[in-house]
């Protein structure tokens, strides 16, 4: 609000002599100020009927809203309604239904109530109406808010689904409503399905009826109040997998194929509801809660209060090659930040995003170690920081051009980081109580960002005005450039530290370590000005002073330490940061004996993420470990072989397999075929690269037994060694797999897919082939692929012609010409 505030003021303090583009600029900026949204009327419970014409792809609805005056009498009520047809809007009164008035735009209806209401009246709108999502025009994807998955099943190997998505204000889109998040309201939603299919919604279950036609209506209650946008509906055909939490409800509903993984898939959220429900201090609000995963998201989750929405599942192997995974606790976190605690407004979004964003990390730390959480922190700083957009934003964003504009790297990933590092200042125990304040003086209602702070400065006694002004409400971050002179003549060590950014000079407590003698002292310091000296007094200088010990600030660092202090600090300095700053020096200074050494240490190293990070740095040169210094290849391919033969994170060993693949020496042979016993397919797909580097005829007799049983790299693997070494006999695997591939997959084939039809002795395969290239050049032409599709339909051209295939050549120049002619 500070830099409106300040904008405006100067404008018109030299308003008769600034030139008129100044004043444009201000009035554009006043003109884009984000009120609140106003609350004349109140909802207090939704009730809706629908049924589902699927040929249609219509939602036949039936709605009572009781509401009432937030405070001063009206006698109009305004309703978000997007690209319905209304058919009666009348008022409940004494069992009786009245007409009212009402104007309809396709987005706001706006209607006259048959008196004035007070502030303590309640009344109750009835609407009968029909939703016509795909009919509605120049839509974002994700505005739909209801969705027909392959609703006349004739989309092979896809179920028929409906499903909502409701953030930011979509479920105007199939119910009418306040559709604000300000706005709370219980409901009751009645669903009519055909009798086979499952469903889900928010609250519990209340009951089901079967009806002649084979028809059910399903009753969800939800007897809390939750926000508009937080309204969901799953149907189709689902598996469910019960679970419990302290005596509440835990389900995952499932496709039926991936069903038996649902405890693979989230088996860890009641762990996770009683590490939330402890650091809070309020234990999870709802009666139940479900997790459901659909086809065709349009998002990646959604955390609709006690229902949320995935858009992915996997198989039990695929799961044993992903990483850390924190989707499913990010959804989770927001049941208190989101849905019990909601933003007042989008503007606010921070009280939802951010906190959501560090649950992730929370989680991380408690379940798998610092490590991973402060890799996951800082996986999450770096998107922030690769994007100079993000720079211009503050995290509470009164001005933003769209809703969907403030769902950034700012609301996310600064705002959770931002969030951890008022987790620092405080201390855990403060800040956790500031959370339960928070949480519960707000409970099931919306709130601001200054709520928050009131919370924190309650809990730890503390004025935290400055954190919030430079933080929530200021854009940017500092920039901080570090450096260091040893006086040896005083024995004091003076860190420099300058803040370069333009604009806002930064408030800062840090932790400065400086290590010396065998010890380690910590300094906590503030840093607050433009350029700041801070002396150290050591008997001798001190191998290193770590700036930042903890790891924590939300900047950008340009620190000027040696090699040797970098060396130091990879082997004494605790944290993964500290680790993961040195290798990443090391990398630059690859002929140095001491980098060598400190690449070759991280291949050993604790944590699978830095173990990762130094096979990265061996490949980084020409992406080929060939290219290092012989010196560094020759010390760490020992240990490479050795990450390849059993490391326990799959993504480490399959990217050692990859390494030693580049090598192509036959020694790591055995390597290779042990890898095959795995049951993660990325290790197997990089084994049977690496035995194809070597020994193709031996990589030919593996790839057959992977046939039955293969997903993602191990799908292109396989069909990329027959596609090299295969003969006809293996056509119909390369062209099955090619053809029901996705884009990024037959982008990645193309080139040994159409070597292979160079190559090819039956006729009617070498058609099938140029007719896939011809129907890709011309699918993808106007994304650029026809030159790219034209080389390759040369190069099979050029092959077929030696082989004296004239139809081949002839078919291949027609193709050629039908890509240049379309449009």
Not at 204 to 220: E, F, I, S, V, Y
Not at 526 to 545: C, G, H, Q
Not at 683 to 705: C, F, Q, T
Request: with cysteine; aromatic share 12%; glycine share 6%.
């Amino acid at each position: 609000m500070k830099t409106y505030l300040t904008i405006l003021i100067f404008g018109l303090a030299f308003l008769a002599i600034a030139d008129s583009s100044l004043a444009q600029q201000n009035n554009a900026l006043l003109n884009r100020y984000r009120e609140s949204p106003q609350r004349v009327n109140d909802l207090i419970h939704t009730k809706l009927n629908v049924q589902f014409d699927f040929k249609k792809r219509y939602l036949y609805g039936k709605e009572w809203i009781t509401l009432k005056p937030h405070f001063y009498t009206t006698d109009s009520l305004r309703l978000d309604a997007k690209g319905m047809d209304i058919h009666i809007i009348a008022i409940q009164s004494n069992g009786k239904l009245h007409p009212l008035k009402f104007t309809y735009d396709s987005l706001s209806l706006n209607i006259r109530l048959d008196k004035p209401y007070s502030g303590s009246e309640k009344y109750t709108i009835y609407i009968d109406y029909t939703a016509k999502p795909n009919e509605r025009k120049g839509l974002r994807n994700n505005e739909k808010g209801l969705y027909f998955i392959n609703p006349d099943g004739t989309e092979k190997n896809k179920p028929t689904q409906i499903w909502t998505e409701g953030e930011p204000e979509s479920s105007s889109g199939w119910f009418p409503t306040i559709d604000k998040p300000n706005q709370k309201t219980t409901s009751e939603i009645s669903m009519t399905v055909p009798a086979k299919y499952v469903t889900l919604s928010n609250g519990r279950l209340a009951g089901q009826n079967k009806h002649p036609d084979g028809t059910r209506t399903d009753t969800w209650k939800m007897e809390l109040p939750n926000a508009p946008y937080l309204f969901m509906m799953g149907v189709g055909d689902f598996k469910i997998y019960k679970d419990q939490w302290r005596g509440k409800e835990v389900n995952y509903y499932l496709e039926p194929k991936y069903a038996p993984y649902a405890k693979d898939l989230f088996g860890d959220v009641p762990e996770a509801m009683s590490f939330f429900s402890e650091i809070t201090g309020v234990d999870y609000p709802w009666n139940k809660y479900a997790a459901i995963v659909v086809r065709d998201y349009v998002s990646g989750a959604m955390e609709n209060t006690t229902a949320n929405v995935f858009g992915s599942q996997s198989t039990r192997r695929e799961l044993l090659d992903q990483y850390y995974s924190t989707g499913i606790e990010h959804e989770l976190f927001h049941q208190w930040f989101g849905d019990y605690v909601t933003c007042e407004s989008w503007s606010n979004l921070t009280l939802n995003e951010s906190f959501a964003d560090l649950g992730e990390i929370l989680w991380l730390e408690h379940k798998y170690g610092k490590d991973a959480a402060d890799e996951h922190f800082y996986s999450g700083l770096r998107g922030y920081l690769g994007n100079p957009e993000n720079f211009k934003i503050p995290l509470v964003n009164f001005h933003y051009e769209a809703i969907h504009n403030v769902f950034n790297g700012v609301t996310y990933q600064k705002g959770g980081r931002i969030l951890n590092m008022l987790r620092n200042y405080l201390g855990k125990e403060a800040f956790y109580k500031g959370l339960n304040i928070y949480l519960t003086a707000n409970a099931f209602k919306s709130a601001e960002a200054q709520q928050l702070r009131l919370a924190m400065e309650e809990a730890s006694g503390l004025d935290l005005n400055w954190f919030f002004e430079q933080w929530y409400y200021q854009a940017g971050h500092p920039v901080l450039d570090i450096s260091y002179r040893w006086d040896e003549h005083s024995k004091t060590e003076n860190v420099y530290i300058s803040q370069t950014q333009d604009g806002q000079l930064f408030k800062l407590p840090i932790a400065i370590d400086v290590y010396h003698s065998g010890t380690v002292e910590r300094h906590k310091v503030w840093i607050n000005s433009r350029n700041d000296t801070l002396s150290f007094k050591t008997p001798a200088k001190p191998e290193l002073v770590n700036v930042d010990a903890d790891k924590v600030l939300v900047a950008s660092k340009t620190d000027h330490k040696s090699l040797d202090e970098y060396v130091f600090q990879y082997a004494h300095a605790p944290l993964y940061l500290d680790r993961y700053e040195a290798i990443d020096f090391a990398s630059k200074n690859q002929d140095d004996k001491s980098a060598q050494k400190v690449i070759v240490d991280a291949l050993t190293d604790r944590f699978s993420g830095l173990r990762l990070k130094a096979l990265q740095v061996l490949n980084m040169n020409k992406e080929d470990i060939r290219n290092i210094s012989p010196d560094l290849r020759n010390a760490a391919l020992p240990a490479v072989a050795k990450l390849a033969g059993n490391d326990e994170n799959n993504q480490v060993r399959a990217y050692a397999l990859r390494t030693l693949a580049a090598v192509k020496d036959p020694k790591y042979t055995s390597v290779f075929i042990k890898a095959f016993t795995s049951q993660s397919y990325q290790v197997e797909a990089s084994a049977l690269y690496g035995l194809n580097e070597i020994d193709p005829a031996a990589a030919l007799k593996y790839a057959a037994g992977f046939e039955a049983d293969n997903a993602g790299d191990l799908t292109q693997v396989v069909a990329r060694v027959y596609a090299t070494n295969g003969g006809d006999e293996k056509w119909p695997y390369v062209y099955h797999r090619y053809v029901n591939g996705t884009l990024q997959e037959q982008i990645h084939l193309t080139d040994k897919f159409s070597a292979m039809i160079g190559n090819l002795k039956k006729t009617e395969y070498v058609q099938q082939g140029i007719a896939e290239l011809q129907y890709m050049g011309i699918k993808y032409k106007k994304d650029g692929a026809a030159p790219y599709i034209i080389k390759y339909l040369n190069a099979v051209k050029e092959a077929r012609g030696k082989l004296n295939d004239a139809a081949a050549v002839k078919n291949i120049t027609t193709a050629i010409e039908q890509i240049n002619e379309a449009k």
